[in-house]
């Protein structure tokens, strides 16, 4: 079983649609959780950074840990075509510096 | 301001051969770290390294080697490469003081092992 999981679709919604994307994990001990995006043949851009459970919303995304349930989530607001890209969950204890990744969800949004 | 830079952008290399990828990161910043993306899967740790020391290392094999420089950049040295090792090499930097820092990515170079 891997460390992160997470759905790789894709997942396909009409434009102006609210998106949910989702990342469950097994080891308790992370602590900090981000969301990149990465578009085909590109580096990983970090779209949010939140520390420990509890809601962090910037624009049109929100991003939301549940550390109870090893659970996180992304929404996304009003997508747009630009949107459509791959959504990667990582996530790192304290003490060490490695980033532990799911292996991305493939957004498309519709026009 | 410049963002991470990798070269080169693309690499195809054969069986048995060796490698070197590069990575300047944001100026500032004084950690690197290395990812192997293989296609369909997240990035895989390799090392960081800051202020010229290896900070960390994942689980790869002594084929895989590194070295930052004083100006921060990086090399990141495959040897004896395998097809296996075809991927997607991402560079990320940070400003490399603590544990819980952002990392901020470069495109990668993608590499191809015939």
């Known amino acids: 079983q891997k460390e992160v999981e997470q759905d790789p679709g894709p997942l396909s919604v009409p434009e102006g649609a609210i998106v949910s994307l989702n990342c469950t994990y097994s080891?308790?001990?992370?602590?900090?959780f981000m969301w990149y995006r990465q578009y085909s043949r590109k580096g990983p851009e970090l779209l949010m950074y939140t520390y420990s459970s509890g809601n962090k919303e910037d624009g049109r995304f929100t991003a939301q840990v549940d550390k109870s349930s090893k659970y996180i989530s992304l929404f996304i607001r009003d997508s747009q075509p630009s949107d459509s890209a791959t959504y990667l969950c990582?996530?790192?204890?304290?003490?060490?510096?490695?980033?532990?990744w799911g292996a991305g969800t493939k957004l498309i949004i519709k026009p | 301001d410049a963002g991470v830079t990798q070269s080169p952008t693309h690499l195809i290399k054969t069986r048995g051969q060796q490698v070197t990828l590069r990575c300047s990161p944001i100026?500032?910043?004084?950690?690197v770290s290395w990812y192997q993306q293989v296609l369909g899967q997240g990035p895989q740790f390799i090392f960081q390294y800051y202020e010229k020391e290896e900070r960390g290392r994942g689980n790869f094999p002594d084929r895989f080697s590194a070295r930052q420089f004083p100006n921060y950049s990086s090399e990141l040295n495959v040897n004896a490469l395998l097809l296996g090792d075809s991927a997607l090499y991402l560079c990320?930097?940070?400003?490399?003081?603590?544990?819980?820092?952002?990392?901020?990515f470069g495109s990668g170079t993608q590499l191809s092992v015939l």
């Open positions: 990320a930097s940070s400003l490399g003081g603590t544990t819980n820092e952002k990392l901020f």
């Open positions: 100026s500032g910043h004084k950690s």
């Open positions: 990582a996530m790192k204890v304290d003490s060490n510096y490695q980033l532990i």
């Open positions: 080891n308790s001990a992370f602590q900090y």
